[in-house]
């Protein structure tokens, strides 16, 4: 069922709401003027850093990242957690690299890395959202399942470029102009996403979970539901991130997407989608990836050591998670104003 423009989710309440709304939409301002004063600062210094190439190799950078955010950051604003989307991310790669080594058709190669990924993002919904088992422990022991199962099946072997069409790889690096095909996928990705999310009932309903689960089950919103489907979408772009790293990098081993887990979720919280629910965009999940590859794609242009990358990184999500305290102080407090008035 479609919302309307002024229509909400039963239970909501519309001034703190609108309060969140443009405090999210001046923190991703926030992040993209950071992220144009970064880059011409960085062409200053470097005047080859924004050609063709480097804008093509910066955005192919952020495509992976950008897609595995959004998918987490739908489960975010649930007040959920999954851990587990880079091991997924791994294991899909090497499904759909394995495909691709024997022969199959790249378009079943991607839809079986999908389908992998949904799967494990299925089995992670369930357990969190009828076996009310935490997020932090259901995903953080899916981690390590899947990163066992992907030891054992890949083992020392390992998938290269020469045991891949070339087609594949080509449309991993190919591109309109500056413009990758990975980008142009991601941003499609992210825009169809956010308007689900913004324009559909069933889309707003995440939002409700995450800020009060209790209200929305109260206003007969199928939480376990919306949970599930949430953790089967984060899943299902892992694996289509997967499908994706082996046609960027045309390799994968057992160790890929090993510790990914956790840029995406920096991504996440620096991009404003609050870790306690019911806040933030996809559009700025996907700007928190794009800042955090354009720091690590920096660096090295200005000569800066690479061991700088996880302290900057690590500064931006401790910062990120400062100002999120502060609008839920800001909001409550706004709450607590209004409760007099309440007739």
């Known amino acids: 069922m479609r919302a309307t423009r002024e229509g909400t989710v ?28 970064l880059l011409l600062a960085t062409e ?4 080859r850093f924004l050609s063709n190439q480097g804008i093509k190799d910066l955005l192919l950078d952020a495509a992976i990242l950008m897609l595995v955010a959004v998918g987490q950051a739908v489960v975010v604003i649930t007040r959920n957690v999954d851990l587990s989307v880079g091991s997924v991310l791994g294991i899909s790669a090497f499904a759909a690299g394995n495909l691709l080594a024997g022969g199959a058709n790249p378009v079943w190669a991607v839809v079986a890395a ?21 997020a932090l422990v259901v995903t953080l022991g899916m981690l390590y399942v899947v990163r066992g199962l992907d030891s054992i099946w890949v083992g020392p072997r390992e998938i290269t470029s020469q045991s891949l069409p070339s087609g594949f790889t080509d449309f991993g690096h190919g591109g309109l102009g500056p413009i990758p095909y990975l980008a142009l996928i991601a941003v499609a990705a992210t825009v169809a996403v956010a ?16 800020s009060n689960a ?22 299902a772009l892992a694996g289509l991130a997967g499908a994706l790293y082996v046609a960027r990098f045309a ?20 991009g404003g989608v609050a870790m306690t629910g019911g806040v933030g965009t996809v559009y700025g999940a996907a700007l928190g990836a794009l800042l955090l590859t354009s720091i690590n794609s920096v660096l090295p242009a200005l000569n800066v050591s690479s061991v700088w990358e996880e302290a900057i990184d690590g500064s931006l999500l401790l910062l990120a998670i400062a100002v999120d305290r502060i609008v839920a102080g ?6 607590r104003e209004r409760s007099p008035h309440r007739g």
């Open 10 to 37: 039963p239970g909501a309440d519309t001034a703190p709401r609108r309060l969140v709304a443009f405090i999210a939409r001046a923190r991703q301002a926030a992040i993209l003027l950071v992220l144009v004063l």
């Open 114 to 134: 999908i389908l992998l990924g949904a799967g494990f993002g299925l089995v992670n919904g369930l357990l969190v959202s009828f076996g009310q088992v935490p």
């Open 44 to 47: 200053l210094d470097n005047h």
């Open 251 to 270: 390799y994968v081993d057992a160790t890929t997407g090993g510790g990914y887990e956790l840029t995406v979720i920096s991504a996440v919280v620096v």
């Open 330 to 335: 800001r909001v409550t407090s706004a709450l």
């Open 214 to 235: 209790q209200a929305a089950r109260l206003a007969g919103i199928g939480l376990r539901k919306r949970v599930v489907a949430a953790y089967i979408f984060a899943g």
């Open 195 to 210: 308007y689900y999310l913004a324009r559909y009932r069933s889309g707003r309903e995440f939002y409700a979970i995450g």
